[in-house]
């Protein structure tokens, strides 16, 4: 089927690498440790029950307080280019405060650094010529919290963002068409099985967090810098994933898709 596709572009072309990059770039776990010394997974294993529902109450609802920010403040009017630090200052002051108490105040700091991160994700997509006041790219933005963690039936480069994409496609498919007729509030069934499947996946990116911020060896290392960390890493994978879509609207997704898989093909990651 492949081979009926017309291949893209060459400056496209270069624009996918790009985007493969971005959304290829070393983990958060990866990055979270080399700011605090020690490695994520090793603490993961020793986290205690109480702590990971915690973890797991404090991810649904920043998703949950996500949705009603794309529902209610996001909109097409801002002007120019995306405003990357002036969120990364904001949510490093959250993560400073939020730091300070440690993983209870990750249910006060983490709704407030992650309403702040879908701005950030609305005006990437926006720079990369989406309409955030359409409901498709509210809950596009909202998929972006999906893309920040790999589980471990993930196999692969393409696997990792394809294969998130299709596992949320059903739910994004019924809110689609559920928020096309006024986006009301989140209680709706389709809303709630799109939250729960963002959540499940925005919980891992969000424990290796928590993880890092109550580390022994954090000395160092303050929230806000953790924050920073936390918030670059999803706009890289807001930009790649923007970049991915633009050129899905320009030349359909089986070419964007065919040419991913082709550069999959020829560029192995080590």
């Not at 776990?29 to 700011?35: E, H, K, P, R, Y």
């Not at 097409?76 to 990364?88: C, V």
């Not at 309403?115 to 359409?134: F, K, V």
Request: hydrophobic content about 45%; proline content about 6%.
């Amino acid at each position: 089927m492949t081979g009926l596709v017309r291949a893209l572009p060459e400056a496209d072309q270069a624009e996918l690498e790009r985007a493969r990059r971005l959304l290829e770039s070393p983990g958060l776990a990866m990055q979270l440790a080399n700011v605090i010394g020690a490695p994520i997974e090793s603490l993961m294993r020793g986290l205690p029950g109480p702590a990971s529902r915690l973890v797991d109450k404090a991810a649904r609802k920043a998703v949950e307080v996500a949705f009603e920010a794309a529902r209610r403040t996001l909109r097409d009017d801002s002007p120019g280019d995306a405003s990357l630090r002036l969120h990364q200052v904001a949510v490093a002051g959250t993560g400073a405060v939020g730091g300070f108490f440690g993983l209870p105040g990750l249910l006060v700091e983490l709704p407030v650094t992650t309403a702040t991160m879908l701005r950030s994700i609305a005006d990437i997509a926006r720079s990369e010529g989406a309409a955030p006041g359409e409901p498709e790219t509210r809950l596009d933005c909202l998929q972006v919290l999906a893309l920040g963690g790999t589980r471990p039936d993930d196999d692969g480069a393409e696997s990792g963002y394809f294969a998130t994409r299709a596992a949320l496609a059903q739910q994004v498919t019924a809110a689609t068409r559920y928020a096309a007729s006024g986006m009301g509030g989140g209680s709706a069934p389709a809303i709630v099985q799109l939250v729960n499947g963002i959540a499940g996946r925005f919980s891992i990116p969000v424990t290796q967090k928590a993880l890092a911020q109550a580390a022994p060896l954090v000395g160092a290392a303050t929230g806000a810098t953790l924050n920073l960390i936390f918030m670059r890493h999803f706009q890289s994978a807001a930009r790649g994933h923007f970049i991915v879509r633009r050129l899905e609207r320009l030349h359909g997704e089986g070419a964007v898709r065919a040419a991913w898989a082709r550069r999959v093909q020829d560029h192995p990651k080590r």
